[in-house]
């Protein structure tokens, strides 16, 4: 971690009482002159932070926009080893897939705090005013594709449970939707909060890079997507980079589980987690011509969705589901 994610983890980590600057220079090995330098740098990049003499250092408030700083320093997981980012980009998908093709390693992070080209599957748009959550992860699982297949899931699931540790009530959308639920064990839900995109380099028997994108609406001051949820809507005031943060370390633990376990263990939670689970469906190919119908049946270990459809079970890998009772 940074020098100066140390300094800004120690500040948030005070929740608004002073940190002593010669005891922060103390724990960091550095000299109060470098705590100070690094104290102005976060003042650059928006940190409101008061200096009090004989008291220390207050953090009064943090930029609304997402920060690569702000992300390393709340994130617990270590696998999450390089973070990198801006106020804005067009993608980070993009910018993280160029960082892997250039060898940068598992676990790196990128985060915007806006997006011009934010994209989904298909290049469908994804909307992302400033106030939401952006960011791509790299990861190198040792499997080949057909093993990573379920991986979608498995980052949806990640997501999933990274907000509701911040107070958030999520559904799953196979496969890669998070939606805002109405309550606990409740089925109702509100929006789409988040969406993940995986874009993948491989030889046929081993993945060489998978980049995940994830897209979080956190705010909805600049304005309502339509059918969006916000994870304001439950947990009003959370910064972007919180939310960020609950996030992956969400993805790292399921990514560990299914690295070492596979999907099996984390199909159950999946299937618990989804807001289609017996219901009657609809799934269409991405160009819109439908693909099957039937009554959801859980998922299998690859994955793929299960669909009773009256004459046999149906396994689908890919598509857009629309339930038949509700305009979901
Ligand atoms: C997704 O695609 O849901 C994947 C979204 C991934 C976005 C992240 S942000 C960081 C990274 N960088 C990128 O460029 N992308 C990733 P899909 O299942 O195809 O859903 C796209 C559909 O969701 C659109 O066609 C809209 O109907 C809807 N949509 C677009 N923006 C939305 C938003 N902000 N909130 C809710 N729904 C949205």
């Known amino acids: 971690m940074s020098r100066r994610s140390q300094v800004l983890r120690a500040l948030i980590g005070a929740e608004g009482a002073a940190v002593c600057g010669e005891d922060l220079a103390a724990e960091l090995g550095v000299t109060r002159v470098a705590v100070s330098k690094h104290m102005a740098t976060l003042r650059e990049l928006g940190y409101v932070i008061e200096a009090t003499p004989h008291t220390g250092y207050h953090l009064v408030s943090s930029p609304e926009l997402l920060l690569p700083d702000a992300v390393e320093a709340l994130v617990r997981d270590p696998l999450w080893v390089r973070f990198e980012g801006g106020p804005s980009t067009v993608s980070t998908n993009d910018d993280a897939k160029r960082l892997a ?91 789409k909060l988040s969406g993940v995109l995986l874009e993948m380099q491989s030889e046929i028997d081993r993945v060489e890079w998978i980049v995940a994108g994830i897209g979080v609406n956190v705010s909805f001051a600049t304005g309502r997507t339509p059918g969006a949820a916000y994870v304001d809507d439950q947990v009003p005031g959370c910064a972007p980079a919180a939310v960020a943060a609950a996030v992956l370390d969400g993805i790292a633990e399921c990514f560990g589980q299914f690295v070492s376990d596979g999907f099996g263990t984390l199909a159950e939670e999946y299937v618990s987690r989804s807001m289609l689970e017996g219901r009657e469906v609809t799934v269409r190919e991405l160009d819109g011509t439908v693909r099957a119908s039937g009554r959801v049946q859980g998922v299998d270990a690859d994955g793929r969705l299960l669909l009773d459809g009256g004459s046999g079970m149906l396994a689908v890998s890919t598509g857009d589901v629309t339930l038949r009772d509700a305009g979901a």
Do not use: F
């Not at 915007?112 to 934010?118: D, K, M, P, S, V």
């Not at 080949?144 to 699931?157: D, G, H, R």
């Open 101 to 191: 093709r250039s060898g940068a390693p598992e676990g790196t992070v990128l985060v915007a705090g806006a997006q011009t080209g934010g994209r989904g599957r298909l290049g469908r748009e994804w909307v992302s005013p400033s106030g939401g959550a952006y960011l791509s992860i790299i990861l190198r699982p040792n499997m080949s594709p057909a093993q990573s297949s379920a991986l979608p899931l498995v980052v949806a699931l990640g997501v999933a449970r990274g907000l509701e540790s911040l107070g958030c009530h999520t559904l799953l959308k196979w496969p890669n939707d998070i939606w805002l639920g109405a309550g606990p064990g409740s089925t109702d839900a509100l929006g």
